[in-house]
C-alpha cells in the first residue's frame, strides 16, 4: 500500500477550560486519520460568543499543559498575537502559508458549529486553505439543501483517504466516541465549590487552582 502523505490539523476553540474531551477526541482524529500533529488552536477574541472571562492567556497556558506529553497534539497561540475578533480563516491562511501549499491541512469542527457555519467570516473560502473535517457522534448526517447543504454536498470526501490527494477542498464526517464532557459543566462545579477531578487533566486542574479561576473571584497573575 502507498504510503500516506502526511496532513496537519487544526482544532479551534476557547478551551475553558481544556478537558479531557477535547484531548480524547484530538488523540482519535490523530490516529483514524494518521495526522503528523493535530494543533489546539486558543481562540483569543471568539467572534461569534463572548469573550470569555477567563483570559486567553491563561487558556492557552492551561492547553500546553494538558498536551506537554503527547507531542503529536500541540499548542497554538497564534490568535493571541493577532488583534481584532478571532476569524478561523485568516488563521487557516497563515496556517498554510507556514506548511506550505502541498500540505493536506485538516479544519476540525464539531457537528454543532458546522450547523452555523454560514455565520462565519468568509466561510466559503474555508476550503480555499483546508479540507473541513466535521466530527458528530455516530448517527450525525450532514445538513442537505440549501445554501450550506448544497456547499458541503458538492464537496464531500467519501473516504478518509480523500483528503490526502489534495491539499485542500474537500469535507469529511467523521464519527468518534462519545464522551460527554462539557467546560460549561466543569466551571459550574468549580464556582459551586465542587470537585472537577477525572473530568480534566491533574496538571490544568492544579493550574486552576494556583491561579484561583472559576470561583467567582478575580484570577491571579
Known amino acids: 500500500m502507498a504510503k500516506r502523505a502526511q496532513a496537519v490539523a487544526v482544532l479551534g476553540g476557547t478551551f475553558n477550560p481544556v478537558h479531557f474531551g477535547h484531548l480524547r477526541s484530538a488523540l482519535e482524529l490523530v490516529d483514524h486519520l494518521h495526522l503528523s500533529q493535530l494543533r ?11 469573550e470569555p472571562q477567563t483570559s486567553a492567556e491563561h487558556r492557552a497556558a492551561m492547553v500546553q499543559l494538558a498536551v506537554d506529553d503527547e507531542p503529536r497534539l500541540i499548542c497554538d497561540t497564534r490568535e493571541l498575537a493577532r488583534s481584532g475578533p478571532s476569524y478561523t480563516v485568516d488563521s487557516l491562511k497563515a496556517l498554510r502559508a507556514e506548511v506550505g501549499q502541498e500540505m493536506p491541512l485538516l479544519l476540525v469542527v464539531g457537528g454543532d458549529a458546522v450547523q452555523g457555519l454560514t455565520g462565519w467570516s468568509r466561510w466559503q473560502a474555508l476550503l480555499d486553505y483546508a479540507h473541513l473535517v466535521v466530527v458528530a457522534r455516530p448517527g450525525f448526517t450532514l445538513p442537505r439543501g440549501g445554501e450550506l447543504g448544497d456547499w458541503l454536498t458538492s ?6 483517504g480523500d483528503l490526502f490527494d489534495v491539499p485542500q477542498g474537500r469535507v469529511y464526517l467523521e464519527s468518534l466516541r462519545p464522551l460527554p464532557i462539557s467546560a460549561t459543566e466543569i466551571r459550574a462545579l468549580l464556582q459551586s465549590g465542587k470537585s472537577a477531578r477525572y473530568l480534566l487533566p491533574d496538571s490544568v486542574l492544579d493550574y486552576i487552582n494556583q491561579h484561583e479561576l472559576y470561583t467567582g473571584r478575580s484570577p491571579t497573575t
Open 40 to 50: 489546539l488552536m486558543v481562540s483569543a477574541r471568539p467572534p461569534h460568543r463572548d
Open 155 to 160: 464537496h464531500e470526501a467519501g473516504l478518509p
